[in-house]
Each structure stands twice: as structure tokens, then as C-alpha cells.
């Protein structure tokens, strides 16, 4: 083969052949990747040991106390929105959370 070949290809007449494409191999899309929610029946029964869990209740709770009895990963009030959601949905509970963070509105006055 020539210099002229080996940049042309097919001797230079100017015929050339297509390229082969690389093989491909038939692609799986990517499992998405969920998170499990947090076990809420086992928070729900940490919090029936320490409160009375009654249909009208209101429970206040620091945030402090809460990660105690109910671990989270993620330390703020927003990471407990599906047990607030359980416990009044399921048990009629309302469930307050407050932090040391948290402002209150009458602490301004």
C-alpha cells in the first residue's frame, strides 16, 4: 500500500468505501435510583411510648427530642413532612415540630 493509498484509500480513484460503524451493543436505560422512605411505623411506635396517640391531639415536639426518638439522616424539621402527614391522615394526630432555630412571630412584638 501507498503513501497516497493509505490517505485516500482504494488507490485513490476516489471510491471510497463507507465506514463501518462500531458495533453497538443494545442499551439498557439506567435503573432510576429511588430513595426508600423512612420507616414511619417505627417512629409511630417510638412516639406511642413516650405520648398518648389519640384521634385530636396535637403534639408539640423539639426537633432536638424528635431525632432522638425518631432518627434522621437529613437534621431538619422538613425531613419528618411524611410522619407528620402518616400521624394525621392515619390517626387524626397533628404533629408539631419546633427548633431552637425556628423564629417565633411573638418573640418580635
Do not use: H
Amino acid at each position: 500500500m501507498t503513501f497516497l493509498q493509505t490517505i485516500f484509500g482504494n488507490g485513490g480513484t476516489g471510491t471510497k468505501t463507507p465506514p463501518t460503524p462500531p458495533e453497538t451493543k443494545p442499551t439498557t436505560p439506567p435503573e432510576p435510583q429511588t430513595t426508600t422512605p423512612p420507616d414511619n411505623d417505627g417512629d409511630i411506635e417510638a412516639l406511642k411510648e413516650m405520648y398518648e396517640l389519640k384521634a385530636g391531639t396535637t403534639l408539640e415536639v423539639e426537633l432536638a427530642r424528635l431525632l432522638v426518638l425518631c432518627p434522621r439522616r437529613r437534621r431538619r424539621i422538613d425531613a419528618y413532612a411524611g410522619l407528620v402527614k402518616k400521624l394525621r391522615v392515619q390517626y387524626g394526630v397533628e404533629l408539631r415540630i419546633y427548633s431552637q432555630k425556628t423564629k417565633n412571630n411573638d418573640a418580635k412584638n
